[in-house]
């Protein structure tokens, strides 16, 4: 898969909003999007990054039992949000079933969880003394070598 320059720019803001828990941040950074084209490729961008960051933590994909333990560590860590481990469950699974997100969870919903998870994984996940940003740089050459 082929990462559009422009919208990775959009993405990475908003992650780095994330990273650094701020929510009015997310706000803006989420509302900088410039077209709804820009927003729906950004937000399916996070998903990727978000699925490619379990897969590298795990070396395959979860299972659920392992995406309801990320959900709940997702809430505990991102109280700075309102996000439920039942959304970000809901989420990855729709995901790896190859189901629409718009199905489960409002659309609204759907792209902050997106963000959310892929930045609270990167953040977490990465290795000692590398930068989120760096793991990000990783997780996005497995996408494109794909």
């Known amino acids: 898969m082929k990462i559009d320059a422009h919208v990775e720019q959009f993405v990475r803001d908003t992650l780095g909003a994330v990273v650094k828990a701020d929510a009015e941040r997310v706000s803006r950074a989420l509302a900088a999007f410039p077209d709804e084209s820009t927003m729906t490729a950004g937000y399916r961008l996070a998903a990727v990054i978000a699925l490619r960051v379990l897969e590298d933590q795990y070396r395959r994909p979860p299972t659920d039992g392992e995406v ?79």
């Open 68 to 146: 309801r333990a990320v959900a709940r560590k997702l809430v505990e860590q991102e109280t700075w949000t309102d996000i439920t481990a039942d959304e970000v469950h809901a989420f990855v699974t729709a995901l790896y079933q190859r189901q629409g997100v718009e199905e489960v969870l409002p659309l609204v919903r759907a792209v902050l969880v997106a963000y959310v998870l892929a930045g609270d994984l990167l953040s977490s996940c990465c290795q000692e003394g590398e930068w989120w940003f760096q793991y990000l740089d990783r997780i996005e050459a497995t996408i494109e070598s794909h």
